[in-house]
């Protein structure tokens, strides 16, 4: 089952209302194959881009839902932002480099996967707000705000794991 990072809540739970709303919007992108093979790229020291892309896009979600946004695109948005499959630390890219790189490789990947409408690519294109363009929606903004909020949260969970010996699985 998956869940986000610091949620009790499984994703595809049929009882629980907003994560079964939450799914209805995601699931086919999470059945995908190109967004499973994110499962196997490290992305903030010991957590997964998979699971870094679920704790952006479900707690981006739940943000825009509250705020009356557009939670759909905001989800798929969120999930979609780092569909990209190389590691910038063994290309040797800069961190300038990576910052506008990453996006434009992963709107081309999310492309290739489905429709995307105007927002949604507007969160996977400028999700590294303010290194990036001008953003055009409110949503992106908060997939920027979230994205950010969890690298560090994923971060300080590594940082809990290796205080308690339990080592570091991905990087």
């Known amino acids: ?3 986000a990072l610091g949620s009790r809540i499984h994703i595809s739970s049929a009882d629980n209302d907003i994560s079964m709303e939450y799914y209805s919007q995601v699931g086919d992108l999470l059945h995908s194959p190109a967004v499973k093979d ?22 981006s ?13 905001t989800a798929r948005g969120g999930l979609l932002h780092d569909l990209f499959f190389f590691d910038w630390r063994e290309l040797r890219l800069t961190r ?27 969160i996977i294109e400028n999700h590294m707000w303010p290194c990036s363009k001008r953003v055009r ?6 997939v920027s705000f979230v ?8 971060f300080f969970d ?14």
């Not at 994205?147 to 994923?154: G, I, N, S």
Request: with cysteine; aromatic share 8%; net charge positive.
């Open 158 to 171: 590594y940082v809990r794991l290796y205080i308690r010996g339990l080592g570091c699985p991905l990087r």
């Open 137 to 142: 929606y409110k949503e992106t903004l908060v």
């Open 61 to 73: 979600f739940l943000i825009c839902r509250k705020m009356g946004l557009d939670a759909r695109a």
């Open 96 to 122: 300038g480099d990576h910052v506008r790189l990453h996006p434009q490789h992963a709107l081309e990947n999310a492309k290739a996967i489905t429709a995307l409408n105007d927002m949604e690519q507007d």
């Open 1 to 3: 089952m998956i869940k």
């Open 147 to 154: 994205d950010k909020f969890c690298a560090v949260t994923e």
């Open 38 to 59: 994110l499962a196997g790229w490290g992305q903030h020291m010991h957590t997964s881009r998979l699971q870094h892309s679920i704790n952006v896009s479900y707690y």
